[in-house]
């Protein structure tokens, strides 16, 4: 499997769920930032670099991802002074995600970072070109048609539900139990987003 961030399930969550039909990087209490964070980590757990134990991320030894921004991912949580939890990882390396996922998929020519002109509505910010969109355009129709169960997926369609991004199909706890038998790290990354994202709902209603 790959571990990559801007080729792997971050870059592919950014593309069809994060930025919006123009390109647009949504606001802070979208909770979508949570789903960038979420995807990273999962990105890890999937490539064995990371794991739970009692609900704390542990990241394990020796390996690093060829990804610089997994590996800056990686390097932060190995350099922590305590264990932190599933939910305290994913807010705290949502603040940024998406610079370090656009960085990638600008390298790889797949964003283009275009020059603000006119006014963005109010609660959004950079925008983006997508200048080859075969990509953006494969994972939007795989998460419409969920008809395969491939890990990546079933972690990318589970987020973009906790996150309330979905359009349809199952729920993201309905897709917990699934990613539980294939990586229990996965599935409590899952189930902090969720939190993460709907508090961040919560308090948008405020």
Excluded: N
């Amino acid at each position: 499997m790959k571990t990559d961030a801007a080729s792997g399930l971050g870059g592919d969550f950014m593309l069809a769920v994060y930025l919006d039909g123009q390109g647009r990087v949504p606001g802070y209490r979208s909770g979508l930032g949570f789903g960038l964070s979420g995807a990273m980590l999962m990105e890890l757990a999937l490539g064995g670099f990371i794991y739970t134990v009692d609900g704390y991320i542990v990241a394990g030894h020796g390996a690093q991802p060829r990804d610089r921004a997994l590996g800056e991912v990686l390097v932060r949580i190995r350099s922590s002074r305590k264990l932190r939890t599933t939910s305290q990882w994913v807010r705290a390396l949502s603040a940024g995600a998406h610079k370090r996922l656009s960085a990638g998929l600008i390298a790889d020519g797949v964003l283009v970072r275009t020059r603000r002109g006119l006014p963005l509505p109010s609660g959004w910010a950079r925008r983006y070109d997508v200048p080859r969109s075969e990509r953006r355009d494969a994972v939007v129709r795989s998460l419409g048609g969920a008809a395969d169960s491939s890990e990546r997926l079933v972690a990318l369609a589970a987020l973009a539900s906790a996150c309330r991004a979905a359009s349809g199909g199952r729920e993201w706890s309905e897709s917990e139990a699934t990613l539980r038998a294939m990586s229990p790290a996965c599935a409590q990354i899952l189930t902090a987003v969720a939190a993460c994202a709907w508090l961040a709902t919560l308090s948008s209603w405020t």
